[in-house]
């Protein structure tokens, strides 16, 4: 009797089957919609997970402009950078950064949800943000998802 009647597959640069998927952020809260894209992008919802492989999906979202932030977050909410000179740490709000620009509110959210290493960073790559809902995959032939369907 062969007792290995199951090995582990791991999935590797050549065998992953990415895909490109549309989200549509109209409505969505900002934390809620961050953490399901960064499980699109690292591939968690595919039966072929692998730890160390950029197995996930390309991932645009669009309407980054109409994001809701619940409670005072709006005001409350800080982004800290800092420029590298002595005494030079600067901060805006969330509406600051809104102001400024809305996608870039959607990709800190999605990019502080992915791993902090090389990995994280060619998975966050993958991601395309539009304020509005013209975006310029249109040859990648995208499909869309509901985030609300995956509940």
Known sequence: MDTLSYKTVSANKNTVVKEWLVVD???????????????????KH??????????????????????????????????????????????????EMYKKDPARLVEKAVKGMLPKNKLGAEMFRNLKVYADANHGQEAQKPRTINLNDNK
């Open 46 to 95: 595919k039966p072929s997970f692998t730890p160390h492989v950029d197995c996930g999906d390309n991932v645009i979202i669009i309407n980054a402009n109409n994001v809701k932030l619940t409670g005072n977050k709006w005001n409350d909410k800080t982004y800290i950078r800092h420029t590298g000179y002595p005494g030079g740490q600067r901060s805006l709000t969330a509406t």
């Open 25 to 43: 952020a109209d409505g969505q809260a900002l934390g809620r919609l961050a953490s399901e894209v960064a499980k699109l992008l690292r591939g």
